[in-house]
């Protein structure tokens, strides 16, 4: 008996020794994996600077802070400047983890800078394991959200989600995810407003903002994905979108495949609450060409005389031949959505 009280202490030690090297091995690997991404960054013309990586969490955890963090990548034309951010999760499963925002961070794009902060901003990811660590699922939540432009705007929200899920393998075509998209009391940019709706018809606020639905895209997305910027739609289905701002409200599904030359090529239903207002809004914001709104106009009158003439319609979008079209009537260029060839 107490020559197996030796063995099961001894093999115990041996067990902790061996767990506490595994876990110094991964942490220094997770430190230095993260080190020559900067650096290879930088070797591809960004500016890619990291202040400091901290690993903590012995023995069951794998809690990662970085601090001082700035991206720019000149060929895309943006920057993301960020104090810290915190990547924490379990050492058994160093690729699945939560991710913690700090509390105000700045995004730049060509002319304009933006300020973000917020109460919460937080997310759950989990990467494919391997040197590219493709996108598996992931979902990321805040609440009251706020951006304020150097250009003199500001925006927000009281609470938003969005998650992004890759599509398992034979059920849907390559380089497939399904995304979902809600937020609820969206202030708009009083600019913006006011050349929406100069008459101040509409509320300032947005009540919702929802997407669900689906889309495959030319690659997977991965780190190649991010250091590239190479990737295009191929198709893509709307299973419920809506946008609903005080008495107006429009809803959205339907499918669409993306041709050789980059336009969508399907048909999308639009469900409309008070079109009659839309169009008013449309004259008088001034920011819509007088004949695409008589193009428009027309078409919807004509599916409103074919439904009862009321002020709530259904609307098939017919899209082909890099037009959209209701019914008989071409209403406006489709946007081209990949290049050409790809």
Known sequence: MKRVMVWAVGLVVVAALGWGLWWQALASGQRAAIEAWFADRRQAGWQAELGAITVEGFPLRLDR??????????????SWTLPRVGVKGEAIAPTRFDLVMPDHHSIA??????????????????????????????????????????????????????????RAPGTAPANSYTMTLDATAVDLPRRLLDRIDPADLLSTRVEELSFAGSAALTAPLDLRTIENGEIDLTAATIRKARLSWGELAVDARGTFDV?????????????????????????????????????????????????????????PLKLSGGKVRIGPFAIADAPRLAEAGK
């Open 109 to 166: 794009i060509p002319g304009q800078r933006v300020d973000i902060r917020h109460r919460r901003l937080d997310g759950q990811l989990s990467l494919v394991p391997g040197p590219r660590l493709g996108w598996r699922d992931g979902i990321v939540q805040g609440e009251a959200v706020a951006i304020a432009s150097q250009a003199g705007w500001e925006a927000g929200a009281e609470a938003l989600s969005a998650q992004l899920v890759e």
């Open 259 to 315: 041709t050789a030359d980059g336009y969508p090529q399907g048909e999308i239903t639009l469900t409309l609450s008070n079109w009659r207002q839309m169009i008013v809004i449309a004259r008088n914001s001034g920011a819509v060409e007088p004949g695409l709104i008589d193009a428009a106009e027309q078409a919807l009158q004509f599916v409103a005389l074919i439904a009862g003439d009321g002020d709530n319609i259904d609307v």
């Open 65 to 78: 802070e970085l601090l001082a963090i700035q991206l720019a990548d000149p060929r895309a034309g943006w």
